[in-house]
């Protein structure tokens, strides 16, 4: 499986999650219409809690769309083969020590934390600004780090 391949499947990922908060953000806002308002009804907020409730997913959809935007103009075709050092793009193998396990990681600029089944295994995506994405970017195989709040050693073992 090839890198666009693995990014069109983050995106069918993203686009599902995008349907699931517009059903929502459409059912928020026929409840929003259909209740009753706070004049009449002396304790009802129903009517401002689902506009609330509207206002949340309309905004989580956009930055959901943004995702799929970003990705969408990612150019992956280019970048193939081992790489020498972590970039955007980079699908990288990472041996965590103490858990005596590795695990597959993609760099991607949006879309962190979907996970996608390949035949490669279970590749999860990250991004620069988290805390593991900031830490890799840069470094090579066999590099080691320390990461977290727990101080888990993880060694880069495959970078693609």
Request: aromatic residues 4%.
């Amino acid at each position: 499986m090839n890198k666009e391949e693995i990014v069109q499947k983050v995106l069918k990922a993203l686009q599902g999650r995008l349907e699931v908060s517009q059903k929502g953000q459409k059912t928020a806002h026929d409840d929003m219409i259909e209740a009753e308002s706070a004049m009449q009804t002396r304790y009802g907020s129903a009517k401002e809690e689902a506009e609330v409730l509207a206002q949340s997913l309309a905004q989580h959809s956009g930055q959901i769309d943004e995702m799929i935007s970003a990705l969408r103009s990612l150019d992956v075709s280019q970048s193939t083969g081992t790489a020498s050092t972590i970039q955007i793009g980079s699908i990288v193998y990472l041996y965590f020590v103490e858990a005596v396990k590795e695990e597959i990681y993609m760099l991607l600029p949006e879309g962190g934390g979907t996970s996608v089944e390949t035949e490669m295994g279970t590749i999860t995506t990250i991004t620069p600004s988290s805390p593991l994405g900031k830490s890799l970017l840069g470094k090579r195989v066999g590099n080691s780090l320390t990461i977290g709040p727990h101080r888990k050693q993880i060694e880069i073992t495959t970078i693609y």
